[in-house]
Nanobody
Framework: QVQLVESGGGLVQAGGSLRLSCAASGRTFRTYAMGWFRQAPGKEREFVAAISWSGLAKNYLESVKGRFTISRDDAKNTVYLQMNSLKPEDTAVYYC??????????????WGQGTQVTVSS
């Protein structure tokens, strides 16, 4: 098992940027694909971005392509989500997850507690 702790969320104006971090504990991190999901009030959990265990494959929700970048640093056991040009519709609780590479939440075994991102207009 891997324990995941997100940080970096907060309040930002539309057009601004945030960088989310997900720190992992456990030796399994390097074998895990990592993903970011988000959930807005009244909506289901939504896939945002994923990166394979090797870091060579990435996938993004269409609406965040060109604005968000997922990356991982295995030496630091950390995955990042750089979010630029933020929009009010990006407002949600963002969750870090580890497991099998994919866009479905059921592919992921370990989840962080979430971090709130609020984008004001």
């Amino acid at each position: 098992q891997v324990q995941l702790v997100e940080s970096g969320g907060g309040l930002v104006q539309a057009g601004g940027s945030l960088r989310l971090s997900c720190a992992a504990s456990g030796r399994t991190f390097r074998t895990y694909a990592m993903g970011w999901f988000r959930q807005a009030p009244g909506k289901e959990r939504e896939f945002v971005a994923a990166i394979s265990w090797s870091g060579l494959a990435k996938n993004y929700l269409e609406s965040v392509k060109g604005r968000f970048t997922i990356s991982r640093d295995d030496a630091k056991n950390t995955v990042y989500l750089q979010m630029n040009s933020l929009k009010p519709e990006d407002t949600a609780v963002y969750y870090c997850a580890g497991g099998v590479y994919g866009i479905q939440p059921e592919k992921y075994v370990d989840w962080g507690q979430g971090t709130q991102v609020t984008v004001s207009s």
